[in-house]
């Protein structure tokens, strides 16, 4: 197990090369004169000049590299051209209001997804069956930025049921004390119930957006792989054994169809970490998403480099996390490394 | 035999509801197993013996239907027990061992636990001695290294040592009866000698009555007291082993004879039956099914088919038996 974990981390590192190399060329390579973009508009080419040897960016591709590389390897990520911050900084503090909405979000769609399509295998052709159908079909046919604009109009617009898209926190409560950056559990913790429910409010229509989304693959996944496992040998053996109907879903059939399904749900969070950019735009969230399409327009490259470095490390260990999962489920898995 | 027999299944029918419409599997099915007796059901692939026995069981597929018949067993007819009162019974008063034993083990489970399932499930053990139990029923099926092998997985052992394991969960709670759908189907050739001596031997320590369902006629004739002869979802024939295999009386068991190879007849010998099974979905199937591909169809082959007793526990459902 250990064993299979290192070499699957020592896969990784490439692909963590390859992403330092891409970011850096890409950013470069983009539309936009950064130097021109932060002399200003009246700027004389003199002054554009200036800034940009101030920069460093006069200098050639492969020296900007070496000391993009270098700073790298010290933690640093470069300053934001906008904010004049450090791109570590602002990162490390937008980084939970993401991971928070992400995982709500995510363990929404399990905690619907799952129970959902498990009940239309075990029940199939019934009401729970269709019902499973119909999410799916509905989740799929909608994009997350059109959810997030629908929700927002009809419950803060016209049923003013959830408070404005304004972010993580309406504007008149102070966060919570810094433990996790978590609001929920930062609040829970410090058993601050005002800021908790205020919390919870805000995360409400954007992690539910996001979870609209992420329910059809994992619902489906499950369904189909529920239906196959039902249909398999050994689940007729424990049948024929005389397990209890329970025992034979859920520790026969259910352990079995799991597999696929963390599968999937890898998948489905790399979706959900690209869609974090759109839902954080429609609800104004100050997460990494927002802060990359901010710096994007404005052609400030640092933060889109780390915002990509971020989300490529984020994917390599989501996806060494599955791999272990897997391995705890599957001891055919343990074997193989 | 006068005492009650063990299972009495009777007038047994069954349907399957496809997309390309109603399959008659089985009709009007119809054989009994005494205590301790060794009875094999035997006939071509499609001719219904695993639906007979998964009727038995009570584990039809979701589209397959049990139109007519009863299934006495124990005193009580397994078609009209709850399914939960059913599940009571399957794995301790009756069991099924299947083919394929590899893909019949739950893949993600130590066989051992496999096998402490079946215990706890039917009171044969608490949940703290069950492990102790399963490693004496490893014993119990000549399992090598009991300890150990308690802990495999089942793709970690060969395929005979699976039909074992399966062995062991189906005997655990000492059934009744036990039903073997094609035991030995992928086996190599002498691991199912071990595997067919085995389940003879543990039957007869515990005066467990056997359906072997197979297709291997040399197979059920070494094995078995009394062989049921299935064509097309029919019960054709049924006899003593002896005197099925020294006198047929159905032209499809003498065909099926002729076809099954041994020490008198070289293999360039064997006749192949003509035909195949008739399509089940038919609305004008004969009341024969085998009469499309009988020689000796005589007019009287369109009434109902007979039950004629031609023998002692011999009898044979043709109009014009050999």
Sequence with gaps: MLTMLLSRLATAIPSIVG???????????????????????????QAIAEVRTKLGLDKSLPEQFVAYVGDLLQGNLGNSLSTGQPVT????????????????????????????????????????????????????????FFTGLLFAYVFYYLLQWAPAPTGRLDIFLSPPTHITGFYLIDSALTGNAETFW??????????????????????????GSMLAVLGSDFVRTARASGLAPRTVVFTYAFRNAVLPVITVLG???????GANVLVETVFAWPGIGLYAVNALITSDYAPVQGFVLT???????????????????DPRVRLDS | MTAVPTLAVDDLSVEFRTRSGVVKVLEHVGFRVDRGEKVALVGESGSGKSVTAFAVMGILDAAGRVTSGRVMFGGSDLLALSEHDLAEQRGREL???????????????????QIADVLVRHGGATRNDAPRAAIEMLKKVRIPDPERRAEAYPFELSGGMCQRIMIAIALACRPALLIADEPTTGLDV???????????????????????????????????????????????????????????????????????????????????????????????????????RCERRTDACAQPLPQRTVGDGHVVACWSPL
């Excluded at chain 1, 970011?23 to 004389?44: E, H, K, V």
């Excluded at chain 2, 893949?107 to 051992?112: A, D, E, K, L, S």
């Design chain 2, 190 to 292: 002498t691991t199912q000698a071990v595997i067919m001596d085995l389940i003879g031997e543990l039957a007869a320590e515990s005066g467990m009555a056997t359906i072997f369902i197979t297709h291997d006629l040399a197979l059920a004739a070494e094995y078995c007291d009394r062989i049921v002869v299935m064509h097309a979802g029919h019960v054709v024939e049924a006899a003593p082993a002896r005197d099925l295999f020294s006198h047929p009386r159905h032209p499809y068991a003498a065909k099926l004879l002729a076809a099954t190879p041994g020490e008198t007849v070289a293999l360039e010998h064997l006749a192949s039956i003509p035909g195949g099974l008739p399509d089940l979905r038919r609305a004008d199937l004969p009341p024969c099914r085998y009469a499309e």
């Design chain 1, 311 to 329: 989300m490529a490390v984020l994917y390599v260990t989501l996806n060494l996390a599955i791999d272990f999962v897997y391995g705890l489920v």
């Design chain 1, 198 to 223: 205020a919390a919870l409010r805000q995360l409400a229509l954007p992690a539910i957006s996001m979870a609209i989304f992420s329910l059809a693959p994992l619902a489906r996944m499950t369904r």
């Design chain 1, 267 to 273: 998948m489905v969070f790399s979706f959900l970490l």
């Design chain 1, 89 to 144: 900084f602002e990162i490390a503090t937008r980084l939970p209001a993401s991971a928070e909405l992400t995982l709500v979000a995510l363990l929404l769609a399990v905690a619907i997804a799952i129970p959902l399509g498990v009940l239309a295998a075990v029940k199939q052709g019934t009401w729970i069956d269709h019902l499973c159908r119909i999410v799916t079909t509905v989740g799929v046919s909608l994009p997350v």
């Design chain 1, 19 to 45: 992403v330092v190399v891409v970011t850096f060329m890409l950013t470069r390579l983009l539309p936009g004169d950064p130097a021109a973009y932060f002399a200003g508009l009246a700027a004389s080419p």
């Design chain 2, 95 to 113: 069991s099924m061992i299947f083919q394929n034993p590899r893909t019949a083990l739950n893949p993600i489970r130590r066989v051992g636990r």
